[in-house]
């Protein structure tokens, strides 16, 4: 593959968003592109790809005939929500209105995320027709941030209803509802003290029947993220009359190396391949 790094696709306060696009051998046609968006809890970790990464996700994506780019968005401490859609919406928007200089399809986007890029991936299957949350980074408003499809790895789908539900898991190594937890940090004020804002950031929030094909991951021992919420997302996607295929992880933590095992990302990128290289995409 070639790898074309540190693109800048917006600027805000002064601060450069960039990606690194992973360009598959030469083609007859353009590939469709898969954004891939890191975890970290939304306070760290970058667009940067680790080896582990690069052979569990992204290589296998590529192998496909798939082009991927691996774009960055503000971190909690530097912006709270809805900063990080906003960016992850913006790498959207530029890589649609860049396609044919960067040659990718432009028409079939897809979004593969674990954990906090797990929820954006979500975010950004579930929201692609709605304003409230669109924003303008980047510009190129004229485009579409919808995705043609969507995987999620150990997402939290609805930040309001996970106290409860990590509270079954005697074993759990954290709370959600704290003034101090990530969720409470990305909100900007404890989650609990202001639903209206904080459902705004629940892919839950925006299922509708326009939802792309979702392929959604989790480990049924999640101590960290509930394997309910996946579940949950799974559930909604399907009664609003979409696909979702929901892959349980047995005996997975959030944090288990077999959630990266070659069943589930084999699954990812096979998925990936059908809706966005082989399947029509729809008017």
């Not at 074309?4 to 917006?10: H, K, L």
């Not at 005697?170 to 704290?178: A, F, L, V």
Request: proline share 6%; aromatic share 6%.
């Amino acid at each position: 593959m070639r790898i074309v790094s540190e693109i800048e696709f917006a600027r805000v306060d002064g601060h450069s968003l960039r990606l690194d696009l992973h360009l598959p051998d030469e083609r007859p046609l353009p590939p469709p592109l898969v954004i891939w968006i890191h975890g970290g809890a939304w306070c760290s970790g970058s667009k940067e790809i680790d080896e582990g990464t690069y052979d569990t996700y992204i290589a296998k994506v590529v192998a496909q005939g798939l082009a991927v780019a691996s774009v960055e968005y503000r971190l909690s401490q530097q912006a709270v929500y809805p900063a990080q859609i906003h960016d992850v919406k913006g790498a959207v928007r530029w890589l649609r209105a860049h396609a044919d200089e960067i040659g990718v399809d432009g028409e079939r986007i897809g979004a593969l995320g674990e954990s906090a890029g797990g929820h954006l991936s979500a975010l950004l299957g579930t929201s692609g027709n709605a304003p409230e949350i669109e924003g303008s980074i980047g510009g190129n408003t004229e485009y579409s941030s919808a995705v043609q499809a969507a995987v999620a790895v150990a997402c939290h789908s609805d930040l309001l209803a996970g106290q409860a539900q990590l509270e079954r898991r005697p074993d759990r190594i954290r709370e959600i509802d704290t003034p101090d937890s990530f969720e409470s940090r990305l909100m900007g004020f404890p989650i609990q003290q202001r639903p209206e804002l904080t459902r705004l950031a629940n892919p839950i929030t925006f299922v509708g029947a326009d939802c792309p094909p979702f392929l959604i991951i989790h480990g049924d021992e999640d101590t960290a993220v509930p394997w309910e919420q996946s579940a949950m997302l799974a559930a909604a996607v399907r009664g609003a009359g979409a696909e979702a295929v929901f892959l349980t992880v047995n005996g997975a933590d959030h944090f288990s190396p077999h959630l990266r095992g070659t069943a589930t990302t084999s699954a990812m990128a096979a998925f990936l391949a059908e809706h966005l290289l082989r399947a029509p995409v729809s008017a």
